[in-house]
C-alpha cells in the first residue's frame, strides 16, 4: 500500500488536505486576477484612444477659429466620403446622446472636449490603479507559490 502523507495527494479517505485546497484557492485567486488584468489593459487602451479622438476634436476645433468666413473646406461624412463645403457660421452642433444634438460655439465646444478629456483621464487612472492592486495581489499570490515550493 502507498503511503500518501506527503500532502502532495489526495489522504486516506480521498479528500484534498487543506494545503492542497489552499494552493487550489490561490492559484484560481491568481488565474482570475490576471484575466483582470487583461480585461483592464483592454478597457485601458480603448479609454486611450477615445482620449486620442477627443483631443484630435480639440485640435479640429481650434483650427476652425482660423477660418476666415467662406474658407473652403472638407468635411469627413463617412468612410472616405467628404463634403465640400464653405465655413460660415462659427457654432458648433454637438451631440449629447441619446440622438440628441446642440449648437454650442467653439468656446462652449472647447470647454466640453477638456472636460471630456479629463473625464477620460480620470477614468485612465482608475483602471490603471485596479490595474496595478491586481498586479501586486498576483505578486503577493506567486510568493506565497515561492514560500510552498521551499
Not at 56 to 72: C, F, H, M, W
Not at 83 to 90: D, E, G, R, V, Y
Request: proline share 3%; glycine share 6%.
Amino acid at each position: 500500500m502507498e503511503d500518501n502523507t506527503s500532502g502532495t495527494g489526495p489522504n486516506s479517505s480521498g479528500k484534498v488536505s487543506a494545503d492542497q485546497q489552499d494552493l487550489q484557492e490561490k492559484f484560481a485567486e491568481l488565474q482570475a486576477h490576471a484575466a483582470r488584468i487583461k480585461q483592464l489593459r483592454e478597457q485601458f487602451e480603448a479609454i486611450d484612444g477615445q482620449q486620442d479622438e477627443m483631443l484630435a476634436s480639440k485640435r479640429n476645433v481650434a483650427q476652425l477659429t482660423k477660418l476666415a468666413p467662406g474658407t473652403e473646406m472638407l468635411v469627413p461624412i463617412g468612410q472616405g466620403i467628404y463634403l465640400k463645403m464653405a465655413s460660415a457660421n462659427p457654432d458648433i452642433l454637438v451631440s449629447v446622446g441619446s440622438g440628441v444634438v446642440l449648437e454650442k460655439t467653439i468656446e462652449q465646444a472647447n470647454a466640453l472636449l477638456d472636460e471630456q478629456v479629463q473625464e477620460l483621464a480620470e477614468l485612465k487612472q482608475q483602471v490603471a490603479t485596479q490595474m496595478q492592486e491586481s498586479v501586486d495581489r498576483i505578486e503577493a499570490l506567486e510568493s506565497h507559490f515561492k514560500g510552498k515550493d521551499e
